[in-house]
T-cell receptor
């Protein structure tokens, strides 16, 4: 059974703070993703990683960076948190070119920036 | 530029009846489509998918229909059950592209 875990379910940070969101998967997936979910906007891709140390910008990378030092772990970094980054953050992982394109999601981190 | 659109933000259906959720896309390169279901405070879970070589895929109470000429897909749930109350997202990609483009979601409420 695929397990994707995220370090926190709820997080409250102040404007200007550096924020780290951690994601770990246990299925040896090559691909890992960070999304944010906002009402009326659905899921939007922030960053994608297809291998260790490899990353690709998604649709809304501004204000974010990522790190993937190990295959199972993918971190999202908010260098200087702002109130417009208050959102639900979802991590996902998938096998590479499996033909199914199914992504497995973690439970999400609800981040509030005050 | 919303390439995948779910024009109904919400839908209410009586228990036991059919639920039909719709999704439209604009990118003609998309050739693989997925539906996800999301409960509050949980991550989305995969429900069913369809490739462009088919026009229908069925899995138990869930059926997805694809109309390529209209760039439209729909998810049918029959019969609807209270546990089906959730937000449903459609997603699309093209073969070889690991990234998915998601729609905005439809909140389905099943009325007992």
């Amino acid at each position: 059974d695929v397990k994707v875990t995220q370090s926190s379910r709820y997080l409250v940070k102040r404007t200007g703070e550096k924020v780290f969101l951690e994601c770990v998967q246990d299925m040896d997936h090559e691909n890992m993703f960070w999304y944010r979910q906002d009402p009326g906007l659905g899921l939007r891709l922030i960053y994608f990683s297809y291998d260790v140390k490899m990353k690709e910008k998604g649709d809304i990378p501004e204000g974010y960076s990522v790190s993937r030092e190990k295959k199972e772990r993918f971190s999202l970094i908010l260098e200087s948190a702002s109130t417009n980054q208050t959102s639900m953050y979802l991590c996902a992982s998938s096998f590479q070119t499996s033909g199914s394109y199914e992504q497995y999601f973690g439970p999400g981190t609800r981040l509030t920036v005050t | 530029d919303q390439q995948v659109k779910q024009n109904s933000p919400s839908l209410s259906v009586q228990e036991g009846r059919i639920s039909i959720l719709n999704c439209d896309y604009t990118n003609s390169m998309f050739d693989y489509f997925l539906w996800y279901k999301k409960y509050p405070a949980e991550g989305p879970t995969f429900l069913i998918s369809i490739s462009s070589i088919k026009d229908k895929n069925e899995d138990g109470r869930f059926t997805v229909f694809l109309n390529k000429s209209a760039k439209h897909l729909s998810l049918h749930i029959v019969p609807s059950q209270p546990g089906d109350s959730a937000v449903y997202f459609c997603a699309a990609t093209n073969f070889g592209n690991e990234k998915l483009t998601f729609g905005t979601g439809t909140r389905l409420t099943i009325i007992p």
